[in-house]
Structure formats: C-alpha cells, structure tokens
C-alpha cells in the first residue's frame, strides 16, 4: 500500500523567507511525528500529533516553527524566517495507534536555506 | 531526559564479518526500543523492536538485538555482513513515563561493507 508522503522533496529558500512542508501520512493512521535529520546530528523530534488530543509541540526549536495537522490526515509544518541553521532533512511519520509506537517514515523534504 | 547513545559513528567491515553495533540509553523506567536503518537513498525503515518479552529479538534481513535491562542497552548484531548492509543505522527508545510521546534517536552509526 502507500507510504507515507512528502512534499516538496527538495526546497532551496532565502534566508528570512517562510516555508511550508506537507506531510501525506498512511491512510488509517492516527499518529504523525516531525523530526529534524541534521548531518552529524541523528533525528531531533520537532512535534506529535495524536487523533484529536491536543499536539506535542516539545521539539519545536523556537516560535518559528509550527505545524498543523487538518482533519486528522495530512499535516503542515511551516518555518517562518527561515535561518542557514534550519537547513536540514524534515522527516515526517506516522503510526498506526497510540501504542505499537512503531513509526512509519516519509522520504524528507530537504530544505536548504540560502 | 531520556537519551540514546551510539558510540561508534563510522564502522567499515568487510563481507562475512560479524557486526555488533552498540546502544546504551538514559531511562529508568519501562522503555520499547527500536532499530532503524537507512539505505543510501531510502528512506528510514524499521529493523527491528523490543516491546516486551524475549530480550532477544530478530529483525529483517538476519538482524538481531540483545535487550540487557542491567546495562540499560540494545546493542545490534549480525554474525556476517553483507555488501548490501551498507546504510546508516539508529537506535531509537520510547519511555513510558515522563519521557512523552516521542522517540529518541541516537546519532546514527554509518556502516560501510566492503566487497
């Protein structure tokens, strides 16, 4: 079946400008993750999402990252003002229920921020 | 905090030879644990995971991990590597309590299998 989707794959955007980075999870599935991938660096969680609860927003690195989830599928993470230092592979999964905890990951959007 | 360390960051073997890769995590409590890898060009896929049970468990492709409770580690093996092992590998752990509804990462070890 499908996997999880991404989109853009590759975004190049100038320092100060905003981006939005779209995430397709798996049909059926209730929880979405963002994570970060910086060289060196593994995968930073950005935030959570689960059903209709209200997010975890703990990894969001400052005020200019947010992200939205609509109608309980596809989510949005959006970087305001974006900095050299957001440049970064922007992982996005998703899994089944609350407790397999066995997540399902997209290709990344990789952003580079000139 | 809960934190997951990988201490070898490079590992290069050649076909054939055994593989251990280590795990140690930072949590007191009740944890699941993952294996992760990434093959140049895919995208993250699981290997493998510990729940409950068996402290031993396989995973795909002749993978294997060890869950040792006392020394608060997940290590992986694999008695012979092949060229196609070639990928990054994460550990990953999941606590139950106070650590939120994240996984925690490791740095990743890179492994490089030579023909």
């Known amino acids: 079946g499908a996997g999880v989707s991404q989109s853009p794959s590759n975004k190049v955007t100038e320092k100060g400008k905003d981006v939005e980075l779209r995430c397709d999870p798996i049909s059926g599935h209730t929880a979405l993750y963002w994570y970060r991938q910086s060289l060196g660096q593994g995968l930073e969680f950005l935030i959570y999402?689960?059903?209709?609860?209200?997010?975890?927003k703990s990894g969001l690195p400052s005020d200019r990252f947010s992200a939205e989830r609509t109608g309980g599928s596809v989510s949005t993470l959006t970087i305001q003002r974006t900095q050299q230092e957001d440049s970064a592979v922007y992982l996005c999964a998703s899994s089944p229920d609350r407790v397999s905890y066995e997540q399902y990951f997209g290709p990344g959007t990789r952003l580079t921020v000139t | 905090a809960q934190s997951v360390s990988q201490h070898n960051h490079h590992v290069i073997l050649s076909e054939a030879a055994s593989l251990e890769l280590g795990c140690n995590y930072s949590?007191?409590?009740?944890?699941?644990l993952f294996w992760y890898v990434q093959y140049p060009g895919q995208h993250l896929q699981l290997l493998l995971k510990?729940?409950?049970?068996?402290?031993l468990v396989k995973g795909i492709k002749g993978f294997e991990a060890e869950f040792i409770k006392s020394k608060f580690s997940f290590n992986l093996r694999k008695p012979s590597v092949q060229w196609s092992d070639t990928a990054e590998y994460f550990c990953?752990?999941?606590?139950?309590?106070?650590?939120?509804?994240?996984?925690?990462f490791g740095t990743g070890t890179q492994l490089k299998v030579e023909l």
């Open positions: 510990y729940f409950s049970g068996d402290p």
């Open positions: 990953a752990v999941k606590g139950f309590t106070g650590g939120g509804n994240k996984l925690t």
């Open positions: 999402f689960q059903g209709n609860s209200a997010p975890d």
């Open positions: 949590y007191g409590g009740t944890v699941n």
